[in-house]
C-alpha cells in the first residue's frame, strides 16, 4: 500500500486560499485515484474530491465546486488541493486517500489513508 502525508493545513480566514498537499510513497501513486475527505467534529468523513489516475478525470462535492481544485503531479508523487474562497464551514480535518485502480468517490473504495491535517476557518 502506499504511504500517505498531508501538509498544508492551518487557521484561515474566511474569504482566503490554502493549498493542501499529500505526498506519496511507494510505486503505485500512478496507478492510483486520489481522493480528499474531510471530517468536522461530531460529523462523519465525508467525500470532497477526487482525481483519476492520469489527472484527466475530477468530481467534487457540490459544496465545493467552483472553490477547490484538485490536481497530480506524478513525477512528484503529490495530489493537491487549492482551496479558495473557505468558508467556516470548511473547517475540517482534511483526508488524503488512494484508490488503486479504478475510480470512485466512495470512500469505502479507498484503501490507504494519511493521517489528516486540520483546516480551521474563521468568520
Known amino acids: 500500500q502506499v504511504q500517505l502525508v498531508e501538509s498544508g493545513g492551518g487557521l484561515v480566514q474566511a474569504g482566503g486560499s490554502l493549498r493542501l498537499s499529500c505526498a506519496a510513497s511507494?510505486?503505485?501513486?500512478?496507478?492510483?485515484?486520489m481522493g480528499w475527505f474531510r471530517q468536522a467534529p461530531g460529523k462523519e468523513r465525508e467525500f470532497v474530491a477526487v482525481i483519476s489516475m492520469s489527472g484527466g478525470r475530477t468530481d467534487y462535492t457540490d459544496s465545493v465546486k467552483g472553490r477547490f481544485t484538485i490536481s497530480r503531479d506524478n513525477a512528484k508523487n503529490t495530489v493537491y488541493l487549492q482551496m479558495n474562497t473557505v468558508k467556516p464551514e470548511d473547517t475540517a480535518v482534511y483526508y488524503c486517500?488512494?484508490?488503486?485502480?479504478?475510480?470512485?468517490?466512495?470512500?469505502?473504495?479507498?484503501?490507504?489513508w494519511g493521517q489528516g491535517t486540520q483546516v480551521t476557518v474563521s468568520s
Open positions: 511507494g510505486r503505485t501513486f500512478s496507478s492510483s485515484a
Open positions: 486517500a488512494a484508490r488503486r485502480w479504478g475510480y470512485t468517490k466512495d470512500l469505502s473504495q479507498f484503501g490507504s
